[in-house]
């Protein structure tokens, strides 16, 4: 049972543009709503992360907007530049459940010159 | 930040043999550590959940007695793969969690990752 769902899968934004990527989850239980960042060969590496006592965070060019009663989360990354190409991961865990994640499929990002 | 070490990065061992993969917090101690599996261009699975000095805890569908977890300290946990075969080539990937620190993800930290190739 998928219990994240992330969309899209690949995405491709000219360099300056705005990457956004898309969560779901179903279980109302989780409180903690994480993003990472993985590039090819590496672990993946937290980027930000969200509680759903607010509805947005911004963190420098990444901000995650959180809807609680449609139980969705985005990814929105301002002014995108090559070096942000990489995978991208939503992630979601509660809060008793001994800090264990459920990742979403992955988003490949391709920022282009 | 935190730093959560692995090794060996790569491994290629023969089918039919044991490869051990450690997973080492280098500046905090960490009473959970996480072992996941990430096939390319896949998500990471989640394998099981290690606890420093307990018996491991393993997601439904993941052996047990084929991917052996010990935590023996608090900033040491291992995962071997006995009997390797080639479907278990893989990139295996540990988390550590921060011991002491709330229950916040944000005291997770993942290692490098361990590129395993089985031949």
């Known amino acids: 049972q998928q219990q994240v769902k992330q969309s899209p899968q690949s995405l491709i934004v000219q360099k300056g543009g705005i990457s956004i990527i898309n969560c779901a989850y179903e279980?109302?239980?989780?409180?903690?709503f994480p993003w990472y960042q993985q590039f090819p060969g590496k672990g993946p590496a937290l980027l930000i992360a969200?509680?759903?006592?607010?509805s947005e965070k911004k963190e420098g060019r990444f901000t995650i907007s959180f809807n609680k009663s449609a139980k969705q989360f985005s990814l929105h990354i301002m002014d995108s530049q090559p070096g942000d190409s990489a995978t991208y991961f939503c992630?979601?865990?509660?809060?008793?459940?001994?800090?264990?994640?459920?990742f979403g499929t992955g988003t490949q990002l391709k920022v282009e010159l | 930040g935190a730093v959560v070490s692995q090794h060996p990065s790569r491994v290629i061992c023969k089918s039919g043999t044991s490869v051990k993969i450690e997973c080492r917090s280098l500046d905090f101690q960490a009473t959970t550590m996480f072992w996941y599996r990430q096939f390319p261009k896949q998500s990471l699975m989640l394998m099981a959940t290690?606890?420093?000095?307990?018996?491991?805890?393993?997601e439904q569908g993941v052996e047990k007695d084929k991917f052996l977890i010990n935590h023996a300290s608090l900033t040491l946990s291992t995962l071997t793969v006995t009997s390797a075969h080639p479907e278990d080539s893989s990139f295996y990937i540990c988390?550590?969690?921060?011991?002491?620190?709330?229950?916040?993800?944000?005291?997770?930290?993942f290692g490098e990752g361990s590129w395993l190739t089985v031949v």
């Open positions: 988390s550590a969690r921060q011991a002491g620190a709330t229950l916040s993800g944000n005291t997770i930290y």
């Open positions: 290690s606890n420093e000095g307990s018996k491991a805890t393993y």
């Open positions: 992630a979601a865990s509660k809060t008793g459940g001994g800090n264990k994640l459920t």
């Open positions: 279980n109302t239980a989780f409180d903690y």
């Open positions: 969200i509680r759903p006592d607010v």
